[in-house]
């Protein structure tokens, strides 16, 4: 089965502990990026990558870090939280940039900092 | 300036009636992507529906149409014979082609739909 797979799905932590959130897919997909959800404010990305090793920054990268060594994976880090990041996070993946691509979409990671 | 507006915080549309959801976007680039999600509850986000920009006709899929109109910049969403288990957030998002937005989506905030018996 095609899927997009994020880990964990809810986690509370403390403001400052590192944590990262893995994501992976089994579609071989080129396309990988984070989104971050707030109330009233829709999805924003956080950072992309468009094949292993090639990442770069969305719109709201501030905080994050991220990683594309293998294919497949595409953890995002969170070096130092802060209450401002608590928020609902989705990974999403495609085949490739084209416009009719199908984009996955993980079952989404529940964040709050404290 | 938004990417992606949707005017309509909160939609309420009995069971069985059609219901059409408003988007209109902002774009320079003559080849985009136009989708529609549905988000429960539960937080998962549910593909509905794509529009390509140079789609003569309009996507439909089940009772799910997109009515797309390219001088207005508008992508509304229709669900006809709606049902309960369509309450959902609705999202509209778009994907440029190209340049230095290349692969990301545009997301507008959302509409909160509500279906009542």
């Known amino acids: 089965e095609a899927q997009v797979t994020q880990n964990p799905r809810y ?18 997909h080129e396309y ?3 989104y971050r959800q707030d109330p009233g404010l829709g999805l924003r990305q956080i950072y992309y990558s468009m094949n292993v090793e090639v990442t770069d920054k969305g719109d709201v ?4 870090k991220v990683s594309r060594k293998e294919k497949r994976n595409f953890p995002l880090i ?5 209450p401002n990041q608590t928020s609902l996070y989705f990974c999403a993946s495609s085949l490739s940039l084209g416009l009719s691509n199908t984009i996955y979409f993980g079952e989404g990671s529940w964040l709050t900092v404290v | 300036a938004q990417k992606i507006t949707q005017t309509q915080p909160g939609m309420f549309v009995q069971e069985k009636e059609a219901v059409t959801l408003d988007c209109t976007y902002d774009t320079s680039d003559p080849s985009y992507g136009l989708f529609w ?3 429960p509850s539960s937080g998962e986000m549910i593909f509905l529906i794509y529009q390509g920009s140079y789609d003569q006709q309009n996507a439909t899929e089940g009772r799910y149409s997109l009515n797309f109109q390219k001088a207005r910049k508008s992508a509304n969403l229709v669900i006809s014979a709606s049902q309960l288990g369509d309450s959902a957030m609705y999202f509209c998002a778009m994907r440029e082609s190209g340049g230095s937005t290349l692969g990301r989506l545009y997301f507008g905030r959302g509409t909160q739909l509500t279906v009542w018996p």
């Open chain 1, 11 to 28: 986690l509370i932590t403390v403001t400052g502990k590192k944590l990262t959130v893995t994501c992976s897919q089994n579609m071989n």
């Open chain 1, 32 to 34: 990988m990026s984070w």
């Open chain 1, 61 to 64: 990268p501030e905080g994050y």
């Open chain 1, 78 to 82: 969170l070096e130092s939280p802060s």
């Open chain 2, 37 to 39: 999600y549905k988000q």
